[in-house]
């Protein structure tokens, strides 16, 4: 059994090491983006539902993609959703899609308290508080209803 040996030619090292360095120059000046804060929220509404809606996102990237949802991420939903209890007492329309967002988090939590998670609800969820958080930290904000969206 004889062994062989890979012999990379010139031209090939060359394509390499150009690769290696462009790979290093791109990522070299690119930072994560900054995490967001409720200070980058919109004051008034969106701000007051900011930790929750923060909290609560944590929480969705955790979901797992199988029917089974962990403890600790249960714990956590729970913990976000207490969170929102208080800005969805507002009646103007980002309390009351901080209050559709509590609804979600509620009916995820059931369904995985009851062993019948799906993961498309929890995805829903997920997409349900970027909208939320896309109107609350965009500015100037828009007129209508986060929640209207989806």
Do not use: H, W
């Not at 290093?24 to 929220?41: E, H, M, V």
């Not at 308290?113 to 498309?120: L, Q």
């Amino acid at each position: 059994m004889s062994r062989r040996r890979t012999v990379l030619t010139r031209p090939t090292r060359y394509l390499a090491a150009a690769l290696c360095l462009t790979a290093a120059a791109c990522t070299q000046g690119s930072s994560s983006p900054r995490a967001l804060t409720a200070a980058d929220f919109t004051p008034g509404s969106c701000r007051a539902a900011a930790p929750g809606v923060l909290a609560l996102r944590t929480a969705v990237r955790t979901l797992p993609t199988k029917p089974r949802v962990p403890t600790q991420t249960l714990a956590d939903l729970t913990a976000a959703q207490a969170q929102l209890k208080a800005p969805g007492s507002g009646t103007d329309a980002v309390s009351r899609a901080a209050l559709d967002l509590f609804q979600q988090a509620g009916y995820v939590r059931l369904l995985a308290v009851g062993n019948s998670y799906d993961p498309t609800y929890g995805a829903r969820l997920g997409r349900a508080v970027e909208r939320f958080i896309t109107t609350c930290t965009t500015a100037p904000q828009p007129s209508g209803s986060p929640s209207s969206a989806g």
